[in-house]
């Protein structure tokens, strides 16, 4: 799947100095050579550069693809200003594309204007009702707008593009536990893992559904299984110890507890959330 803009994660904290190579790279011709070395420039972290390169392009090819590439880029930049601009240039272009409605609306997910949000996903929704990612980052959106039914229906239908997108299962299956629909819940999570059965973070939470509707010898296998994959966390050790507590043997619980017992801090948190999340709240 293609996602808008470029990937954060492919972005150096620190620019990568230009080598003696880089300096001697012939002057692009055109829009697309342009791009394609602005794309170069950012994911060195070169970002001046990349504004450079994308604003050419820009000025070559006023496409919405360009547009859009130097929003992200003035973005990536906190040029939040010069962003908008650009986003809104390109919806002007092309009033039919989603791509800038969908980069703007991350601009105002740096400042949770969360109706701001939904309602330029939403109009990428629209425009693109078959992209599953638009879908997905409404959904989140409505969650931080406390409109979780919105964000079920969303991911639903996300879900219903996607049915082999692992993420997009777990997502709606933790939307589900959240309004205590928790077979649904479950049913999704299980497919999560079905699909990503080597990730323990799907795993141990499969494992929590399974404490929550009191389906206790299938948790106390989902975190054996959580365990082998991470044995290293002991904050699983300590909830199958609470499992084994909650089918009354004490003494086994207590073995578990006891294994546990050198949780840090960030694991002792993670077990706090996992209770009340095994007990029917919310993560």
Partial sequence: ????????????????PETENDKHVPEPKTAEGNKALADV????????????????AAH?????????????????????????????????????SAEPHASLAEVYVRYGRWQSVMDEYAKAVELAPSNAY?????????????????AI????????LLPSDSLYRFELAMLYADVRRDDEAVHEMEAAVKLCP??????????????RVEQFELAVDTYH?????????????????DVYYSMGLESR??????????????????????RRFMLGGQW
Avoid: W
């Fill in 60 to 96: 070559m090819e006023n496409t919405v693809e360009h547009r859009t590439d130097l929003g992200d880029a003035y973005a990536y930049a906190e040029l939040s200003n010069k962003a908008v601009e650009q986003f809104k240039k390109a919806m002007k272009k092309d009033p039919a």
């Fill in 134 to 150: 638009y879908r997905y980052k409404l959904a989140g959106a409505c969650v931080k707008a406390s409109c979780l039914e919105d």
């Fill in 198 to 211: 080597d990730d323990d973070f799907y795993v141990s939470r499969l494992a929590m559904l399974y404490a």
């Fill in 253 to 274: 619980s207590q073995h578990h507890h006891d294994k546990a017992s050198d949780m840090d801090a960030y694991e002792v948190d993670f077990v706090k959330r996992a």
């Fill in 225 to 241: 299984e959580a365990m082998r994959l991470n044995p290293k966390k002991l904050s699983y050790e300590h909830l199958l110890g």
């Fill in 1 to 16: 799947m293609q996602l808008p803009g470029f990937p954060l994660e492919k972005l150096n904290h620190k620019p990568e």
């Fill in 153 to 160: 229906v969303q991911m639903e239908s996300a879900v219903s």
């Fill in 41 to 56: 420039h950012l994911a060195k972290g070169r970002l001046h550069a990349a504004i450079t390169r994308y604003k050419k």
